[in-house]
């Protein structure tokens, strides 16, 4: 794939089955129900939603766990601007309305045009909002995705999602991706020096292992970690452990996985028929049980289907139903 980042919130074969019963008035209400924890290296066995709808990241930022990734807004192959902008706009500012409190972009998608929907769309930004961008990925064609992790292009790449975020800080900014030609400590570096500056508040890493996370700390304090992590594809599987213990927020991208090499009948699609759900719906069920620092971000250019996306904090998947899901990792 060119762009290992890429988090989009379907493939061809997986299908949606139409909501019912299922209200969204007073949309931040749906994560209501539970007390803030920060989670650390005692944390215990994962909750649920029910009992545990938030995360904390870096000790002093309060999100909801389910939040929202901007890269579909774009337009398509996440290139230019969207074919219907007033539509992008509407889905950014429906997100909040339910009480999604975490955007998730990236200076790649576009590229810029993310990062400038969002602030047309939102700001000034509601108290509570955190923007998260990324860095460190390059777009210099529709198709090309080309790291470059040199200290002088990061600390430009912060002052111009910084401009066009229309912020003083940026919240959670994110190395999109290890570059290979420049190492992790001097890209890092570029980043401490813009956060020490007071252009970045708290600094993530994506597309990493749990080895480069602990090379990473010793250069400067990460607290979220964003991986390709969904019920068919486990690669991460060692990443989202470290970041239990150590209690950082997992953000899987690509949450929902293709469904390509599911049969037609499974776990998946059962509980989704049971429940009366999509199996949208229950693949992110699934990921907010699977642990407590987990922070799906599922991306949506439809107003519908990011209905239908914040709808499943509240579906709660038995044990059986859970246990059968999880089973279905390596036959994507």
Wanted: proline residues 7%; aromatic residues 6%.
């Amino acid at each position: 794939m060119a762009d290992r980042s890429l988090e989009p919130n379907q493939k061809p074969g997986l299908t949606r089955r139409t909501f019912l019963g299922t209200t969204l008035a007073g949309g931040a209400a749906l994560f209501a129900g539970g007390s803030d924890v920060i989670f650390g290296a005692a944390s215990s066995a994962a909750p649920t939603m029910a009992t545990n709808p938030t995360l904390q990241l870096g000790g002093d930022l309060t999100v909801n766990r389910l939040g929202f990734g901007a890269m579909r807004i774009t337009g398509e192959g996440i290139w230019g601007w969207p074919p219907d902008r007033q539509n992008a706009i509407k889905v950014l500012r429906r997100a909040v309305e339910l009480g999604v409190n975490l955007i998730d972009t990236a200076d790649a998608y576009g590229p810029e045009t993310s990062e400038l929907l969002i602030a047309e769309a939102l700001h000034p930004y509601p108290k509570g909002l955190v923007i998260a961008t990324k860095g460190g990925l390059t777009r210099p064609g529709r198709s090309q995705w080309v790291p470059d992790g040199r200290p002088e292009h990061l600390k430009q790449a912060v002052e111009m999602s910084l401009k066009r975020l229309r912020l003083e800080r940026i919240d959670l900014y994110q190395l999109h991706t290890i570059d290979p030609k420049v190492p992790m400590e001097a890209s890092l570096g570029a980043l401490k020096q813009m956060q020490d500056a007071g252009k970045i508040r708290h600094v993530g890493l994506s597309n990493v292992n749990p080895t480069e996370i602990v090379r990473a700390r010793k250069i400067l304090p990460i607290v979220s970690v964003q991986n390709e992590y969904n019920i068919e594809d486990r690669k991460s599987e060692k990443a989202l452990a470290y970041c239990e213990r150590e209690g950082l927020g997992f953000m899987p991208w690509f949450p929902i996985g293709g469904g390509r090499g599911l049969k037609p009948e499974n776990a998946l699609e059962r509980a989704a028929r049971d429940h009366d759900v999509s199996v949208v719906q229950v693949a992110l069920a699934w990921l907010l049980e699977r642990s407590p620092v987990m922070l799906p971000i599922p991306g949506t250019s439809s107003v519908v289907h990011l209905e239908e996306n914040v709808a499943a904090a509240k579906l709660k998947l038995t044990p059986a139903e859970w246990k059968a899901i999880d089973a279905l990792a390596g036959h994507g």
